[in-house]
């Protein structure tokens, strides 16, 4: 059997300040060590401060998007390259908040996590349903049309990204999907992956929707669910540390 380190990925989303970064940041570092891999995925100006404030530790930091594209005139996009320089591990792309408010395609999303890897960047692929397309049985036709956009553009290359399930009804929202109906999900995701590539079995595939310190390892104990995506929870310190230290 595989053993897979989980990861916990906070993902800030568009909250932050110098004061409030700087005091969260120091909580987490201050918490070491932690069994499992740990990341914070902040807005793109804090990048530097936050790399600077983890630095010597084994914290990662990441970005919330990046650019499809290398470079040129791209007006308010930020390229992999560009997030590489700032020491960048990860970077969430196809956030459902991406999909829903920018308009972002499976293809574009796609296409982001291409240009991601091609720089160092490991993409955090997110994929998840909306709470219409659960009640209408649409679940897995949905997830899996998300992740083969992706799985067909990454090719060969496919098992180096990071698939995070994020139920979109579940996010932000306090309703979590129990752990069997995670649980459930993500083996459908693991056997898409693992018909695409050899490497599904050490894929990490996160977990994210209101994931709590109170519901935390009981997700996490699930067979094919990797650590999680963090979203609300990963802005308190005492939480967010709770929430590591339940992925052991
Ligand atoms: C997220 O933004 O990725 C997320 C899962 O948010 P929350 O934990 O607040 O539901």
Not at 73 to 89: K, N, P, Q
Not at 190 to 218: C, D, E, F, W
Request: contains cysteine.
């Amino acid at each position: 059997m595989t053993t897979r380190k989980k990861l916990i990925a906070g993902n800030w989303k568009m909250h932050g300040s110098h004061a409030a970064n700087a005091e969260l940041l120091a909580g987490i570092a201050a918490a070491r060590p932690f069994v499992a891999e740990v990341a914070v995925c902040v807005p793109f100006p804090y990048l530097s401060e936050t790399a600077v404030a983890l630095a010597g530790s084994d914290i990662r930091w990441g970005a919330q998007d990046c650019s499809a594209h290398e470079q040129g005139a791209y007006t308010g996009e930020v390229s992999a390259a560009m997030l590489h320089e700032f020491g960048c591990r990860y970077a969430i792309v196809g956030h459902s908040e991406r999909r829903q408010y920018h308009a972002e395609s499976d293809q574009l999303v796609a296409d982001k996590a291409k240009a991601a890897l091609a720089r160092g960047v490991t993409p955090i692929v997110c994929v998840g349903e909306t709470l219409a397309q659960r009640e209408a049985n649409e679940t897995e036709a949905i997830v899996k049309r998300q992740l083969s956009a992706v799985i067909h553009t990454l090719a060969h290359c496919a098992g180096e990204m990071v698939v995070a399930y994020e139920p979109v009804w579940a996010i932000g929202t306090g309703k979590t999907a129990t752990p069997a109906q995670a649980q459930a999900v993500h083996a459908l995701l693991r056997a898409q992956l693992a018909a695409a590539t050899p490497h599904a079995a050490a894929m990490k595939i996160l977990y994210g929707g209101s994931v709590k310190p109170g519901n935390a390892a009981t997700l996490f104990s699930q067979p094919d669910i990797d650590g999680g995506l963090v979203g609300g929870a990963s802005l308190k310190a005492a939480d967010f540390i709770a929430i590591c230290r339940a992925a052991a």
